[in-house]
Nanobody, 123 residues
Framework: QVHLVESGGGLVQAEGSLRLSCAAS????????MGWFRQAPGKERESVAA???????YYADSVKGRFTISRDNAKNTVYLQMNSLKFEDTAVYYC?????????????????WGQGTQVTVSS
């Protein structure tokens, strides 16, 4: 069983930056693919970024060039650096872990989820 805890959310002005962290415990972190998802009010949860066991990365078109996903296997942590934030980035951000080496965009492919952290961007 893997336990995920997100942190780093908050209120930020448009064009500002935030770094989300997701600390994992209870499993072999380096053997998991990790993903960040978000859910805005009234919308479905969507994939934002993902990183494979080997470091391959995926980004949603809406965040390409602004967000960076990374992982530190020594610290059992995955990060989401968010720059040039926009009002439409406002959402609850979730970290997810998937057993296996490859990342997936489909949330149903992920086995473990964090509780979420709120990101609010003021315009």
């Amino acid at each position: 069983q893997v336990h995920l805890v997100e942190s780093g959310g908050g209120l930020v002005q448009a064009e500002g930056s935030l770094r989300l962290s997701c600390a994992a415990s209870g499993g072999t972190f380096s053997s998991y693919a990790m993903g960040w998802f978000r859910q805005a009010p009234g919308k479905e949860r969507e994939s934002v970024a993902a990183i494979s066991w080997g470091g391959s990365r995926y980004y949603a078109d809406s965040v390409k060039g602004r967000f960076t996903i990374s992982r530190d296997n020594a610290k059992n942590t995955v990060y989401l650096q968010m720059n040039s934030l926009k009002f439409e980035d406002t959402a609850v951000y979730y970290c997810a872990a998937r057993r296996g080496t490859s990342y997936y965009i489909d949330e149903n492919e992920y086995h473990y989820w964090g509780q979420g952290t709120q990101v609010t961007v003021s315009s």
